[in-house]
C-alpha cells in the first residue's frame, strides 16, 4: 500500500462527501470504511482512479449508514443524487477542512488531533503517541470533537485564529513527529496568505518558512538532536530565510503586530546571525518582552528567561526563571542550562537527568542524557587525583 497516496486523497475525498450534502462526522466515517476497504483489496487489485474509487466507496458507505436514519425524506434525495461512478472533479478542500476542523468550540488540542485524523490522515495510535496519551483516550477526544462539529457546513465561516494556532501545531507535530506535515502546513499557509488580508497569516507563513530553513541542521546523521548554538549554518536554506524576513517585514511595515509576528521576528535574529556569538540577544529579549505582552504565556516567559540568560548572564536568566512554573515543559532542561552557564555544574548534571525523564520525545530525551553525562565527565576531570 501506498501510505502517502492516501494520506494525499484523505482530504479530497472527505470535501467531496460535505459537499454532496453529507454532515462532517458521517462523512469521516465513511472515508474511514472505504480506506479500510481500499487497504484490502488494493494490494491486489488497485483501481486506475484512486480518488475516484474512494469517493464511490465512501459515498456508498455514507448512503447505507444514512438508509437506517429515521429521517426518510432526506435519505431519498441523497440516493436521488448520488452521481454515476467515474474520475472524480480535482479540487483541493483542505484548508476549507482545517476551518471546519478548527470550529470555535473546540479546545486547540482537540482541533489538532481532528485536523490530524480526518485531514492529515495519521492513525489514531500515531496522534496518541504524539500527544502522550493512551490511544483509547484519544479516540475518545477526536469523538468528542467530531460530535461539536457534526452539522457543521462550509458555508459557515472558520475561526482564522483558531485556523493558524491549528496550522502551527500542525507544522510543529511535521517539524518533530514521526509523519513529515511540514511542508503541507507551508503549502495552505501560502494558499491562506493568497486569501486572507491580514499580517498574521503572514507572520506565521514568516516563521513556518524560517523554521523551516533551519531544518537540515537540527539532527546529526545519527538522528540526534544537535542544538541552535552548535548547528551548521551552512546547512540553513538561505532561500527560506530571505524569503521568510521579506514577508515579515512587509508583515510588521502595517503595524498591526500579533504573536506570530513577534515569534517570527525573534526566529529571523536567529536566522541573521553569521555564528551563535553574534546572535542579537538584547533585541530578542525585547522581542520576547512585546510576546509577553501580547500573549502573557508561560511558555513566553520561559523562552524569555533564556534570552535574558544570555543577554544579560545566566544568573540573570535565572532570576527570570524563579517566578515561573516548574512543571512546565523544558522548565527544567532550561534550569540545568543557566545552571551549566552559572558554573554549577553538580546541580545542572542533576537537573539534565530530571529534564530526560520528563522529556515529551526519544530525541530529546537522548540528547538531555548527554548532556549530562557530559557534564558528569567534565566534573569528574576537573577533580583532584
Given at each position: 500500500m501506498n501510505e502517502a497516496l492516501i494520506r494525499s486523497l484523505t482530504p479530497s475525498v472527505l470535501g467531496v462527501l460535505v459537499r454532496r450534502g453529507a454532515d462532517f462526522a458521517a462523512a469521516e466515517d465513511a472515508v474511514q470504511e472505504a480506506l479500510v476497504e481500499a487497504v484490502r483489496l488494493w494490494p491486489t487489485d488497485r483501481p486506475r482512479d484512486p480518488k475516484g474509487w474512494l469517493v464511490t466507496v465512501a459515498w456508498r458507505k455514507f448512503l447505507d449508514a444514512a438508509r437506517s436514519d429515521t429521517a426518510r425524506?432526506?435519505?431519498?434525495?441523497?440516493?436521488?443524487?448520488?452521481?454515476?461512478?467515474?474520475?472524480?472533479?480535482?479540487?483541493?478542500?483542505?484548508?476549507?477542512?482545517?476551518?471546519?476542523?478548527?470550529?470555535?468550540?473546540?479546545?486547540?488540542?482537540?482541533?489538532?488531533?481532528?485536523?490530524l485524523r480526518a485531514?492529515?490522515?495519521?492513525?489514531?495510535?500515531q496522534i496518541a503517541r504524539a500527544y502522550l496519551v493512551p490511544e483509547a483516550t484519544m479516540a475518545q477526544r477526536i469523538s468528542r470533537a467530531k460530535r461539536t462539529v457534526?452539522?457543521?457546513?462550509?458555508?459557515?465561516?472558520?475561526?482564522?485564529?483558531?485556523?493558524?494556532?491549528?496550522?502551527?501545531?500542525?507544522?510543529?507535530?511535521?517539524?518533530?513527529?514521526?509523519v513529515d506535515l511540514a511542508a503541507e502546513a507551508i503549502r495552505l499557509t501560502r494558499q491562506l496568505a493568497a486569501a486572507v488580508d491580514d499580517p498574521e497569516v503572514a507572520g506565521l507563513l514568516a516563521l513556518m518558512l524560517l523554521h523551516h530553513a533551519r531544518r537540515a541542521g537540527r539532527t546529526a546523521p545519527d538522528g540526534s538532536l544537535v542544538p541552535l548554538a552548535e548547528q551548521d549554518r551552512g546547512t540553513w536554506d538561505t532561500g527560506f530565510i530571505?524569503?521568510?524576513?521579506?514577508?515579515?517585514?512587509?508583515?510588521?511595515?502595517?503595524?498591526?503586530?500579533?504573536?506570530?509576528?513577534?515569534q517570527a521576528a525573534v526566529a529571523a535574529l536567529h536566522a541573521d546571525a553569521p555564528t551563535a556569538a553574534d546572535t542579537d540577544w538584547v533585541q530578542i529579549v525585547e522581542w520576547y518582552d512585546e510576546l509577553v505582552?501580547?500573549?502573557?504565556?508561560?511558555?513566553?516567559?520561559?523562552?524569555?528567561?533564556?534570552?535574558?540568560?544570555?543577554?544579560?548572564?545566566?544568573?540573570?536568566?535565572?532570576?527570570?526563571?524563579?517566578?515561573?512554573?516548574?512543571?512546565?515543559?523544558?522548565?527544567?532542561?532550561?534550569a540545568a542550562y543557566l545552571h551549566e552557564r552559572d558554573g554549577d555544574l553538580e546541580t545542572a548534571a542533576r537537573l539534565y537527568?530530571?529534564?530526560?525523564?520528563?522529556?515529551?520525545?526519544?530525541?530529546?530525551?537522548?540528547?538531555?542524557?548527554?548532556?549530562?553525562?557530559?557534564?558528569?565527565?567534565?566534573?569528574?576531570?576537573?577533580?583532584?587525583?
Open positions: 425524506r432526506r435519505r431519498e434525495e441523497l440516493v436521488d443524487q448520488e452521481p454515476e461512478p467515474g474520475p472524480a472533479a480535482e479540487a483541493d478542500d483542505t484548508l476549507r477542512l482545517y476551518f471546519l476542523c478548527a470550529h470555535p468550540s473546540l479546545t486547540p488540542s482537540s482541533a489538532v488531533a481532528l485536523t485531514v492529515g490522515g495519521l492513525t489514531t495510535r457534526s452539522g457543521v457546513r462550509f458555508d459557515r465561516a472558520g475561526d482564522l485564529s483558531t485556523v493558524l494556532r491549528v496550522l502551527y501545531l500542525v507544522f510543529n507535530e511535521g517539524y518533530s513527529g514521526d530571505a524569503e521568510g524576513v521579506g514577508i515579515l517585514q512587509a508583515a510588521l511595515a502595517r503595524d498591526r503586530l500579533g504573536e506570530f509576528q513577534a505582552r501580547l500573549t502573557d504565556s508561560p511558555v513566553v516567559r520561559l523562552n524569555r528567561a533564556v534570552a535574558v540568560g544570555e543577554a544579560d548572564g545566566p544568573r540573570a536568566g535565572l532570576a527570570a526563571l524563579a517566578g515561573l512554573d516548574g512543571s512546565l515543559p523544558r522548565y527544567t532542561a532550561v537527568v530530571e529534564a530526560a525523564h520528563r522529556a515529551s520525545n526519544l530525541a530529546e530525551r537522548d540528547h538531555l542524557t548527554r548532556q549530562a553525562a557530559r557534564i558528569n565527565a567534565e566534573s569528574n576531570d576537573r577533580r583532584p587525583r
